[in-house]
């Protein structure tokens, strides 16, 4: 079965720090890797997303890397803030073509930015 | 433009009633998935839907779990003689039409809480 394999499962990091997640996917109909923000009560946000026709794509502190060779994605956070501190999960477009739009999501990482 | 709509924000059924989640997707979306989350969990995938017709339903438990996407109003999660086991969070998506190659991935409701007591 196809997965998505997120890591870490949990992250504290510093103010001021760079938190660092990771994602590696197996196959994909279609090239599109996003990243989704979920506060405690609340629902999951996009937060950023990469088409890989390039390899980087930076909005503000938040920058996703893309490694297709390797199968690889990773979500940077620079600077980060303690309101950053919230799950993150990646996802990936499910493997068959066609028109089906399911995602594959990670597990997610907790992240807590102690000030 | 409203986004995804679910309601009840918070639902509580005694063992063996019925529970009904509510799902309006975003305007112009026409495809519509539902995920479960457990505290400190990832996201369940439960069923993908498009108006009328059920794309995806892997993720169903096969007994008292159903789901619809009717031609008009929103889409329902429908749980039947609910069990303790079935307390948790409930989250709608939906994404738009169009080429799947050229969509920008899903936007998620507040979720319903359910708690079966």
């Known amino acids: 079965q196809q997965q998505v394999k997120q890591s870490p499962q949990s992250l504290i990091v510093q103010k001021g720090g760079i938190s660092i997640i990771n994602c590696a996917y197996e196959n994909t109909a279609f090239d599109y890797f996003p990243w989704y923000q979920q506060f405690p009560g609340k629902g999951p946000a996009l937060l950023i997303a990469?088409?890989?026709d390039v390899s980087e794509k930076k909005e503000g502190r938040f920058t996703i890397s893309f490694n297709k060779s390797a199968k690889q994605f990773s979500l940077h956070i620079m600077d980060s803030q303690p309101g950053d501190s919230a799950t993150y999960f990646c996802?990936?477009?499910?493997?068959?073509?066609?028109?089906?739009?399911?995602?594959?999501w990670g597990l997610g990482t907790s992240l807590a930015v102690n000030p | 433009n409203a986004g995804v709509m679910q309601n009840p924000r918070h639902l509580v059924r005694r063992r063996g009633q019925e529970a009904r989640l509510r799902c309006s997707p975003m305007?112009?979306?026409?495809?519509v998935y539902w995920y479960r989350q457990l505290p400190e969990e990832g996201l369940k995938f439960m069923v993908y839907l498009q108006k009328e017709n059920i794309i995806d339903e892997s993720g169903m438990p096969k007994e008292r779990f159903s789901a619809e996407f009717p031609k008009e109003g929103p889409s329902i999660l429908r749980i039947q003689q609910v069990v303790r086991g079935d307390s948790a969070a409930y989250f709608c998506a939906s994404s738009p039409s169009g080429q799947a190659s050229n969509w920008y991935g899903y936007t998620f409701g507040s979720g319903t809480r359910l708690t079966v007591v």
């Open positions: 305007k112009g979306h026409s495809h």
């Open positions: 990469i088409r890989p």
């Open positions: 996802a990936a477009p499910r493997p068959h073509a066609g028109n089906n739009r399911k995602l594959i």
